[in-house]
């Protein structure tokens, strides 16, 4: 794709605002004018912020109330410690730092209401020094709009969101798929307007729902459920259908539909 592009592409600028009509203003003061802006840049986004307005708080990230631990250690090692049902081969608080530093009292203190094999586990695999390094996980609060005028967000811009699902790849996917096919319909100005509003309409229901059932998931999977805490069978049980509506998806049919309302709008 780079190589089709060729001149097209620059990776030295950012765009700080757009200006009417359609003009990109980057941060070293040059200008490109355009009939459409797709943001695709990411969870930090600026485009987001254009789109939907410094003030709107959903323009900006919020913790989602999570951070991780890492532990590098040898997988057998892990399942030794964590035992043969929590480690199986089978498929193969609020801060604005991306960081913290969290000491072993932190940690013991999050688990110490779990059973004493897995709180072992946690002493083995978290607490071989004072202090661990975590990172914290973020999200976007769900946004009112993906499309406003010639302005248009996907992927993390649109939709950042916590890693429960592992679907932030595939939402970014699925959005370029329906966005590329209803701009391919688009033969005039008017018509890529109504392409990214169509988009928009589409695309924000799905991908918010993911955001959404990717906290409660989280809530599941973390042992914070109160209807299954750390019940493995209660587990399989609640968390297995959580992906249906996600995997068993038509996204063919996804994108038609989106075709099909555009064609239908654009001539009443």
Known sequence: MIDEAKDDVSWSEWIVRTAVPQRCVFTDGSTYECDIVVGADGIYSTVRKILLGEEDPAAHLRNAGWWAVMALKPYEEARACLGSEYARDADAEASDSWQRVVSVEDILKLYQDWPPYLKDAVVKLLCGQPEQPAIYFWEHPPARTYAFGH??????????????????????????????????????????????????????????????????????LTG?????????????????????????????????????????????
Not at 153 to 180: K, Q
Not at 247 to 255: A, C, I, T, V, Y
Request: charged content about 30%.
């Open 151 to 220: 302005i248009c967000i996907v992927g993390d811009a649109a939709h950042a969101t916590t890693p429960w699902h592992g679907s932030r790849g595939g939402m970014s996917i699925e959005d370029t798929l329906v966005l590329s096919a209803l701009l391919g319909h688009a033969g005039t100005r008017t018509e890529a307007l109504k392409a990214l509003e169509i988009y928009d309409r589409v695309r924000r229901p799905r991908t918010q729902r993911i955001v959404e059932s990717s906290s409660v998931t989280g809530t599941i």
């Open 224 to 268: 914070k459920g109160e209807e299954t805490e750390l019940d493995l069978d209660k587990l399989r049980k609640k968390l297995l259908p959580r992906w249906d509506f996600i995997l068993d998806f038509d996204n063919e049919k996804h994108r038609d539909k989106a075709i099909e309302m555009m064609t239908l709008e654009l001539k009443t």
